[in-house]
């Protein structure tokens, strides 16, 4: 998977296309990721790779576009919260 992602960075890249390489750097169970695990996430919001479960998506999106339009790097922290859906901490 990690090649994959590799080089869909390089081909896009290579084209000029802006993208946000995402990758876990600390996990706590009941997490399903694991360290390293990587995602690609293109200007269009579309999401190649593996973060864990379906429920960190659309925050680590939300999260890259906005990378993406001020040019910062982030680090985010998904815990679950009290009514079962991922929150940004």
Known sequence: ????????ASDLARRGDSFVLAT?????PPSSAQLG???LITSGGAFHGWLGGSCTQPTVVREALVALADGAP????LAPSPGGAGAVV
């Open 37 to 39: 695990d990587t995602a």
């Open 24 to 28: 876990v750097v600390r996990r706590e």
């Open 74 to 77: 982030r680090l985010i922290s």
């Open 1 to 8: 998977m990690r090649a994959q992602i590799l080089r869909l």
